[in-house]
Nanobody, 128 residues
Framework: QVQVAESGGDSVQAGGSLRLSCAVS????????MGWFRQAPGKEREGVAV???????IYADSVKGRFTISQDNTKNTFHLQMNSLKPEDTAMYYC??????????????????????WGRGTQVTVSS
């Protein structure tokens, strides 16, 4: 059974930094598609950043230049470094994994928020 677990959420002041981590276990193959999503109260879940099977990355416009997604060599652990945090970054952050046939499909699944395996979320709160 595939399990996905996030960690690292916390409360910080605006301008601060946090590093979220995600561990994926129970899967025998490397995941082709790993991403971070977030959901603020009253809003739909949205994609934040994703690593595609070819190593390329996609970021939401709202986090470009501030957030960085990275993956360990094992490819079963990945991270989200968040710098220059803003109050509008406050949300429950979820990591998710998916296995798709191509990097293009990973991008499609990211934009549609339709990954197969999800963590339970970790809360990030940014105060002004």
């Amino acid at each position: 059974q595939v399990q996905v677990a996030e960690s690292g959420g916390d409360s910080v002041q605006a301008g601060g930094s946090l590093r979220l981590s995600c561990a994926v276990s129970g899967y025998t193959s490397s995941h082709d598609c790993m991403g971070w999503f977030r959901q603020a109260p009253g809003k739909e879940r949205e994609g934040v950043a994703v690593i595609l099977g070819d190593g390329s990355t996609i970021y939401a416009d709202s986090v470009k230049g501030r957030f960085t997604i990275s993956q360990d060599n094992t490819k079963n652990t990945f991270h989200l470094q968040m710098n220059s945090l803003k109050p509008e970054d406050t949300a429950m952050y979820y990591c998710a994994a998916d296995q798709v046939s191509s990097a293009s499909w990973c991008a499609v699944h990211f934009r549609r928020v339709v990954f197969n395996y999800w963590g339970r979320g970790t809360q990030v709160t940014v105060s002004s």
